[in-house]
């Protein structure tokens, strides 16, 4: 394994190393500390931020965050969060302090249920949810036409905003999308996290994900929705789950109509769609993500010719910490506002 950066697609082997400019911060050694340094240590960026509801054409809402100048031109780029996490997890406020600082407009999705209070309806959100996707793309396309519009997607935001790339091809109406430690086989990935260490992901993530069917099927109850009770009540009981292919195969799968874990692994994992992106992409990985095994990561003729991708040998998930201890540095929040920025430059 290269101990720097690869870029994809290369003539060369798919691990030779360039200067990537990320130095992993020596005190945090290991993936695990990589990935639980920021949730657990870093202090959180206070932004003052406003709140939108949208409200999707299946009767359901999303919340989305807006931070940053409300110049009607101002570059926008729309923040995906992953599993669990919300518009307040804090590698999003890092990214939208460093937007704005750019003088960037932001505003950062939450997936449904994901805001602080349930969502009105039984489906829930998932590692596939580009039709709700699709349709905050074209809520802030309409609010916004002559902004310069981006994506940025985290782990399960990154799947879902790579499949929508690759769903959408030539007619996406964003001008460039950056996707950070993705699960580009969701099949993979559930063996993966059940592996080692990462068992503790997992047990977090499991009773995370069951409080979240357990909110709504106690708000369900409480405003007398029988129907919609009743769906998540078929699902059967919600205890005894304790890896990903249990909670995707009983929960997952019938609530979104897919036959079993393994087709819905199968149609929403991002890999199968990489080859159709269309619009400047860049991906950013690390070789030691404790979620995502090395196989698992896309070969150089899967990608398009619009898609850099640069895997660093450490970094874990979604963490990429720089610096002193003293004053520790967040690498995605330099990296992925600069890369923006060199699109709107190449289209002046």
């Not at 709504?216 to 769906?231: C, I, P, T």
Request: charged share 20%; proline share 7%; glycine share 10%.
């Amino acid at each position: 394994m290269a101990t720097g950066l690869s870029q994809l697609p290369l003539s060369s082997p798919r691990h030779g190393a360039t200067d990537s400019g990320f130095k992993p911060a020596w005190w945090l050694p290991g993936p695990h500390l990589q990935t639980l340094w920021s949730p657990f240590c870093r202090q959180a960026p206070s932004l003052e931020r406003t709140r939108e509801r949208l409200w999707l054409a299946d009767g359901d809402f999303l919340d989305l965050d807006w931070h940053g100048p409300h110049s009607a031109d101002a570059p926008l780029v729309l923040v995906l969060h992953g599993l669990t996490g919300c518009s307040s997890s804090l590698y999003v406020l890092g990214l939208q302090q460093a937007l704005a600082a750019q003088g960037w407009a932001s505003v950062a999705l939450n997936w449904r249920g994901c805001s602080g209070e349930p969502n009105l309806l039984p489906r829930a959100y998932h590692s596939g949810a580009s039709d709700d996707l699709a349709e905050v793309i074209a809520h802030l396309r309409a609010q916004r036409p002559l902004a310069p519009l981006f994506a940025v997607g985290y782990s399960l935001g990154g799947n879902v905003l790579l499949k929508h790339l690759g769903e959408s091809g030539a007619d996406c109406a964003l001008q460039g999308a950056v996707a950070v430690s993705v699960p580009f086989r969701l099949d993979q990935c559930a063996d993966r996290i059940g592996l080692g260490f990462s068992r503790v992901y997992q047990a977090h993530f499991m009773r995370a994900m069951v409080a979240y069917v357990k909110d709504k099927q106690r708000l369900f109850a409480h405003q007398g929705l029988a129907d919609r009770l009743s769906v998540l009540e078929k699902l059967g009981p919600l205890d005894g789950m304790r890896t990903f292919w249990d909670f995707d195969g009983r929960i997952t799968a019938p609530l979104h109509g897919y036959v079993d874990a393994q087709d819905y692994y199968r149609r929403a994992s991002s890999r199968y769609f990489l080859g159709a992106i269309q619009v400047p992409t860049l991906i950013i990985q690390a070789a030691d993500d404790p979620f995502v095994f090395p196989h698992s990561l896309p070969e150089p003729g899967e990608l398009s010719a619009s898609t850099r991708f640069e895997l660093h040998a450490k970094g874990g998930h979604v963490g990429f910490v720089e610096g002193p201890p003293n004053r520790p540095g967040y690498y995605l929040e330099r990296r992925i506002p600069a890369w923006l920025r060199t699109r709107v430059n190449d289209r002046r």
